[in-house]
């Protein structure tokens, strides 16, 4: 007898103390079977019950090495890809809420990232000439063409090491989809801002003439995070000249020019760290996500320091909110009566050239 799924109309009303409960429950029964992935975006009622957190690369490492059967992943669509492609053929992804895409993974399309390559073989030859780089936000046909043209996947936390190997692999890279991740990283590295051009995928040629394609190292994808652009110079300037001791530390999806302004430049995970391992009553300005910031700020406190929100507006990434404790204790109590509803399985051909991408990034970093 094939067991209906409860539908998720049954769970759109229940309250958070009550989803709270049956999650627990629901978790206890499930035992190991079941694992948890929440990013350090998630909102503290999801984000507590996860089993491991982390940042991009962390969570995509726990994807590959993790037993359970059911991978429910509290992220984005990409990470639960990422999921499907990394773990053993059995094993299932699943994404509580279909909706939690990223905004910035969709400004890059794999039709409009061939047209670029197609486009750039009228300059240059990009097999041989230009490795193509995809940031780990952006969707699993991408990661597929990267894994076909030599190319690999980079995380926030090693972008640096990732372009390093890719330069001495050809003599340019095609960075996708957050120009930003890539321009701060490339200047770290030593190359100048014009030769890290920008493509428009709007314009004919990427809206670059072939003279300045043939002197970049870098084209950058015109790509960005929408709640990473709301961070402004202006917004570290003002701080600081209340707080003048004041650290900031931002996102590599930042600005350059808030990149420029903040001591501290890294992942996620590593802003974390950076600011758990500080000396006590250290200030803080940050610049990332909101329900992150809140939870660090809270959790430092009893050390005396002080974590500030960048930004007077509130900002917090609307995908990675979509996933809510409904939605979670949707899906678990469907596992428990044997049902998988919301998996993510990557198509076939497609997960293994991704596969070959990722695993390029994996044996570096
Ligand atoms: P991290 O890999 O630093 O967690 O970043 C993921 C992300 O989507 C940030 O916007
Ligand atoms: Fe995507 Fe930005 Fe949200 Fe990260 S914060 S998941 S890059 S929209």
Redesign the pocket.
């Known amino acids: 007898m094939t067991v209906q799924a409860l539908p998720i109309e049954n769970y759109a009303l229940l309250d958070d103390a009550d989803c709270e409960a049956r999650i627990v429950a629901a978790k206890q029964k499930l035992g190991k079977r079941v694992v948890i992935l929440g990013?350090?975006?998630q909102r503290d009622e999801v984000f507590r019950h996860a089993d491991l957190t982390?940042?991009?690369?962390k969570l995509s490492r726990e994807a590959s090495h993790s037993e359970a059967e059911y991978i429910v992943f509290c992220g984005?669509h990409f990470m639960a890809e990422v999921a499907d492609i990394l773990s053993r053929p059995e094993q299932i992804a699943i994404l509580p809420d279909l909706a939690a895409g990223?905004s910035?993974a969709d400004m890059a399309s794999l039709p409009a990232v061939q047209r670029c390559w197609q486009e750039l073989a009228q300059v240059l030859d990009p097999d041989a000439d230009v490795t193509p780089v995809t940031y780990?936000?952006s969707a699993a046909d991408l990661k597929a063409f990267c894994g076909k043209h030599g190319g690999i996947v980079c995380?926030?936390?090693n972008a640096g090491k990732i372009l390093d190997n890719s330069f001495a692999q050809r003599p340019k890279v095609l960075f996708f989809p957050d120009q930003h991740l890539g321009r701060n990283t490339g200047y770290r590295m030593g190359i100048a801002l014009e030769h890290m051009v920008l493509w428009d995928p709007a314009l004919p040629l990427g809206g670059l003439s072939e003279q300045q394609i043939r002197d970049a190292r870098m084209i950058l994808w015109k790509g960005y995070?929408s709640?990473?652009q709301v961070f402004m110079p202006a917004h570290i300037d003002a701080y600081l000249a209340r707080h003048p001791d004041a650290l900031v530390i931002s996102?590599p999806?930042c600005s350059f020019e808030v990149c420029q302004k903040s001591q501290y430049v890294?992942?996620?995970?590593?802003i974390l760290k950076t600011v758990r391992d500080a000396p006590a009553a250290t200030h803080w300005l940050v610049g990332?996500?909101l329900n992150m910031v809140n939870r660090l700020a809270a959790e430092v406190k009893a050390q005396g320091k002080q974590v500030h929100f960048m930004s007077p507006i509130i900002c917090m990434?609307s995908t990675m909110f979509r996933t809510d404790p409904q939605h979670l204790a949707w899906v678990l109590e469907n596992l428990v009566n044997g049902v998988v509803v919301n998996r993510i399985r990557v198509p076939a051909d497609e997960a293994r050239l991704a596969k070959l991408a990722l695993e390029r990034m994996l044996r570096i970093v």
């Open positions: 990013h350090h975006y982390g940042d991009s690369l984005v990223c910035m780990i936000n995380t926030s936390s995070c709640v990473h996102h999806e890294g992942s996620t995970e590593y990332t996500e990434c």
